[in-house]
């Protein structure tokens, strides 16, 4: 499988789903219609309001966790297997790509019948993708890298010097 592809096909994949998602299909009305009658079944004496809290956060929380992957697997496409915790530039180009992907998602969502925009989904987003990006780093900083040695052969080497 060529580098390329192998980095970038999740990022496509699931730009395209999160694309999937600001679709009328999944719009409040239509989620609610699976998230209500479960929590409804999970905590049958709770008030609507409580419901309709339950609900609001579940959807925000899909927001942040559909761009803190996003934001992963950008950075790992531009670092292309690279260790991320001291490479400025694709961590600021993935945050710039998250941003504009954040805003887009949104301005597509003005077009479609049941949905609305709202700058505070793209903070969100880019909030979710802001943090996905600094668990990359924080994960990558801790993994040992791999340098040839004399021999052509690979060896593990620690990032941190006790």
Not at 10 to 22: G, N, R, T
Not at 86 to 96: D, H, Q, Y
């Amino acid at each position: 499988m060529h580098p390329t592809f192998k980095y970038w096909a999740p990022v496509f994949l699931w730009a395209s789903l999160i694309f999937l998602f600001s679709t009328e299909r999944f719009s409040s009305s239509n989620t609610s219609q699976i998230i209500g009658p479960l929590v409804q079944w999970l905590l049958p004496n709770v008030p609507v309001e409580f419901q309709n809290a339950i609900h609001f956060f579940f959807r925000k929380l899909a927001h942040w966790t559909e761009y803190f992957i996003l934001g992963v697997l950008i950075l790992r496409a531009l670092l292309g297997g690279k260790p991320a915790a001291r490479n400025r530039r694709s961590v600021l180009w993935t945050l710039g790509l998250v941003l504009v992907y954040a805003f887009s998602d949104e301005l597509h969502q003005l077009w479609v019948p049941s949905r609305s925009a709202h700058l505070n989904d793209s903070l969100l987003d880019f909030l979710g993708g802001t943090c996905g990006v600094f668990w990359k780093c924080v994960h990558d900083r801790d993994k040992p890298r791999l340098t040839a040695s004399a021999g052509g052969h690979e060896k593990a080497e620690g990032n941190r010097k006790l």
